[in-house]
Structures are given as structure tokens and as C-alpha cells.
């Protein structure tokens, strides 16, 4: 598989990375620990050397699968993990204070089984801890050697602009795909801009792009899914426009939905590096598929004239999770 930098960086990962969070964590159908670490085995010898997870999937138990499973091959992938948010009365809620980073790290260093974390990424913007506070803790332990780089996830432009001037951000993380375009608005121009990477998560929108999600689809009460509005049947129905347009392009390009919203991604922008999630060997195969789908100048512009007249429906989040984003 081809690599790709993020950003102005210099890190340099596979073009397709795979999100580790639901393996064991936030969806239905998940794996034990020995079949999670060997589809992570499987996704690097197909050529995978970028792998996301973070303190709070599990919580706390993604990062111990990922470690094991990267052990034998540590010098040769990026693990990427996050920090700021933790458990409190049962509820999760953000925690970016010096105290609590300093307290993250040192946990997701024991349970990566890792001497430094390749990419750190804030998880949600904490409103209680100024973000100069937050990168000047980082910095100091990128000077430590515990940090190699570190990112944000799901920050609004203006948080980002005064991270990186503290100190440089190698990579912003936040939702991206066919589903869900707003990242267009201010995000994208803004990264390019500043020479800093993007990792889109749920480039599959949560699996809706995939096709393999009828509108009479029944998500169990563990799964994310069952309190996103975007996955009531109503709204499944609504936007089978969308998926109309990646079976024609699939059809096309002998290829399938999945690949086609994936290949659609890679051609934005050099900088984009999706990070798609499965607990299936041959949707693993099928992801890693999509860095070789070529899509043309004049196949680019069908579909953006395309998705113009689509209107998708349902928003991406229930409202008290939105609000946690953008900041």
C-alpha cells in the first residue's frame, strides 16, 4: 500500500489506517481479545501501519489488544491514542487539566506496552483548561520523549489555529465521508493551510456507506448506532440516494459502495488518511482495496454535482454529543 504524510509533519503511515475502537467497544458484533489482535496481525501484513485507539475504548482495554497485537512489529507502524476524557459518576466528561494528561499518558504508555506514543491526539476539547495550557503539557512531553507527536480530535478551527501556534500539530481527527461533508466548510481549508494532516473517522458512516444496512436495520442497545438519528428507519430510507450513487460508481469501477466512498475520500486531498473500523477479515480486505480505486477528474466532478442534489437527513449525533464537538 502507498504511504502518506500528514501534513508538513514528516509522519509517514499507510494510506488507509484502521480504527481499532470497535473491536471491543461502542457497536454490537464485537471480538474477544484473541480474534481482535489477529485481524490487527492480518491488517499489517496487508500492508496497515496505522492504527488508532484511545484510553477511553473500552474503556481502557482497546489500548492493552492493540499493544499486544503490535508488539511483534512495534518499530515498524504509528499507533495513535488520545487523552482528556474520563469517567466520572458514570459519565464521561472531559479532563485536559496538566494533572490528568500527565496521568493519561503514563497509562496508555503500560497498557500500549510502549515506550512513546507515536501520535497523542487531545480526544475532545476540555472548555475548563485553555488549550495553551493542554500544548504546553504536550510539549513538555515531546521534550520528555514520551510523545512523538500529537493532534486534536473533533476541534473547531479556532481552537486548532491557537493549538498549533503553541506548538505544531501533526494531525487533526475528526468525522469525514460522503455522510457527513461539513469538515469542507472550514476544517479541510484550514488544515491545508496550516500543513496539517487529517484522519477522518467513520469514513464509512458507521457502516451506512458499506450498503449493508437496510432501512428496517435494529441496533441493540450497546450499539452507538441505536441513539444516532441518522439510523432510525426514517432516515435510513431517506438517504438511499446516497447509496444509489455508490452502487452506480461501484458498478462502474468494478468495485464496491464501500471503496468507492473510500477511493472518493483518498482523491480530496494528499494529506487525507481515513481510518476504517471492521471486525471481518474480508471488510478488512475490501478497505484496503479502496487505495488502489482510481477516480478521475471528470468522475469527481459527476459526483460532487451529484451530491449537490442529494439532501441528506438526520443529524450525526445525538444533541448532548454534538455539543462536545467543534469547540
Not at 51 to 71: I, K, Q, S
Not at 111 to 138: F, K, M, S
Amino acid at each position: 500500500m502507498k504511504s502518506r504524510k500528514l501534513g508538513q509533519s514528516g509522519l509517514e503511515v499507510s494510506g488507509i489506517g484502521f480504527g481499532c475502537m470497535g473491536l471491543n467497544y461502542a457497536y454490537s458484533n464485537t471480538l474477544d481479545k484473541k480474534d481482535s489482535i489477529a485481524l490487527i496481525r492480518a491488517a499489517f501484513e496487508r500492508g496497515v501501519t496505522f492504527f488508532d485507539t484511545a484510553e477511553m475504548y473500552g474503556p481502557y482495554t482497546n489500548e492493552e489488544l492493540v499493544g499486544e497485537a503490535l508488539a511483534p512489529f512495534r518499530k515498524q507502524v504509528v499507533i495513535a491514542t488520545k487523552f482528556g476524557i474520563k469517567i466520572q459518576d458514570g459519565k464521561q466528561v472531559q479532563d485536559s487539566s496538566p494533572a490528568h494528561i500527565r496521568k493519561s499518558v503514563e497509562g496508555s504508555l503500560k497498557r500500549l506496552n510502549i515506550e512513546a506514543i507515536d501520535l497523542y491526539y487531545q480526544h475532545r476539547v476540555d472548555i475548563n483548561t485553555p488549550i495553551e495550557e493542554v500544548a504546553g503539557t504536550i510539549k513538555d512531553l515531546i521534550t520528555e520523549g514520551k510523545i512523538k507527536h500529537w493532534g486534536l480530535s473533533e476541534a473547531g478551527v479556532k481552537t486548532i489555529r491557537r493549538a498549533h501556534a503553541f506548538h505544531p500539530l501533526t494531525a487533526v481527527e475528526s468525522e469525514y465521508s460522503l455522510w457527513w461533508r461539513r469538515p469542507e466548510e472550514e476544517l479541510i481549508p484550514t488544515l491545508e493551510e496550516l500543513g496539517i494532516g487529517f484522519v477522518p473517522f467513520s469514513p464509512l458512516g458507521k457502516g451506512f456507506l458499506t450498503g449493508k444496512i437496510s432501512k428496517d436495520a435494529k441496533f441493540e442497545k450497546g450499539d452507538f448506532r441505536s441513539i444516532v438519528p441518522r439510523f432510525t428507519s426514517e432516515n435510513l430510507e431517506a438517504n438511499q440516494g446516497l447509496l444509489d450513487l455508490l452502487n452506480r460508481f461501484a458498478e462502474q469501477k468494478n468495485a464496491t459502495p464501500a471503496q468507492i466512498a473510500l477511493g472518493w475520500l483518498l482523491a480530496q486531498k494528499p494529506f487525507i488518511v481515513p481510518i476504517p473500523g471492521t471486525t471481518k477479515l474480508h471488510r478488512l480486505e475490501e478497505n484496503i482495496g479502496s487505495a488502489s480505486v482510481v477516480l478521475t477528474n471528470s468522475e469527481l466532478i459527476e459526483i460532487q454535482s451529484t451530491l449537490k442534489k442529494i439532501k441528506i437527513s438526520g443529524e450525526r449525533y445525538p444533541e448532548e454529543l454534538e455539543k462536545r464537538t467543534g469547540l
